[in-house]
């Protein structure tokens, strides 16, 4: 009982030094998630000869050649289509006026050009408001030179933290591992396991599945000639981050751009075919050989986590998020398997099997019979 008291204090502690450091810890945290993603290939490279500083150095290098080149190529393109989407919103209100509205109004009998003029002055006046918002902060950032100091600061030292995390990572592991008591090494390399099989599940497989969804949605977006092909792609592969959410968002923006770009049904097949496509992939080839069945983690879960992480730790809470909901996640999962293993839950059964080995809380060990 001391001992579950320890533990309760020191896990309150640490939640207390996670809201009182909330900024500062962001680069670490940061720098520990990098470098918890991108172990696995440093350590490949060190099986394949390279010593640890060597194979994290060329880690690192493909890291800065793969950030470059999407800089270079995709970066611009984005930000144009971007300027494009704000240049086409007023063609946008008036094919609303002068098409659907008088079509709406012939099947339903409802004039919408009233509440469509609303929307429009609107937007029109939180448009002209944006500005002095940004002007504003603007003014606080050039006002607060030293928050913004700190503030780059912070960002810059996200490499520097991971180059550190990632060339000592094996070493800081064993360390914490050598202060585990000694009672509790087996399960907690047992937890342990679990907590990894699902974390790197989800962060790995699905970082990996929302590039893969974002590549196929942008390329066959764009092959067909839809305007802002490629930003609805990246965009429907962020949100992808949630099972179905890109399908369904990305879906539904492109068949809205589609019936306002063409004026034929045929692309709208196009742009259906080509998310449909997107799910295929991602049912038949990417789900199964990325995420496997070991994720668990419910869309809901994942909304939830990092709403909540949020709310509490703002970005830092925001970063430990899906780390905290997958360890949560296992840590439930392991009190439903005690629970369905105790007398409470199946006397009887218990009983049968176990006639003479309950201990006080109505739970036995498995390991001594096998």
Known sequence: MRNSWWGVVILL??????????AMLMPFIAGMIIAYLFDPIANRFQRWGMNRPLAVSSVFLIILLVLAISMLIFIPLIVQQIKQLGDAVPGVFEWFENVLAPQVQEWTGYDVRAELDNVQETLSEHWQDAGGYLAQALGQIGRSGMAFATWITYVALIPVVTFYLLLDWSRLLASIADLIPRQWVDETYRLAKRCDDVLSAFLRGQLLVMLCLGIIYALGLTVMG????????????LVSIVPFLGFIVGLGIALIVALFQFDSWWPLLGVLAVFTTGQIVESAVLQ???LGDKIGLHPVAVIFAVLAGGNLFGLTGVL????AAAVIMVLLREVKDCYKESALYDAEQSSLEHPARHDGLGLYDDR???
């Open 13 to 22: 502690l640490l939640v207390g030094l996670v809201y009182l450091l909330d």
């Open 320 to 323: 430990l998020a899906l780390p």
């Open 288 to 290: 199964p050989k990325l």
């Open 226 to 237: 839809l305007n802002f092909g490629l930003l609805i792609g990246v965009v429907s592969g």
């Open 368 to 370: 001594e019979s096998s």
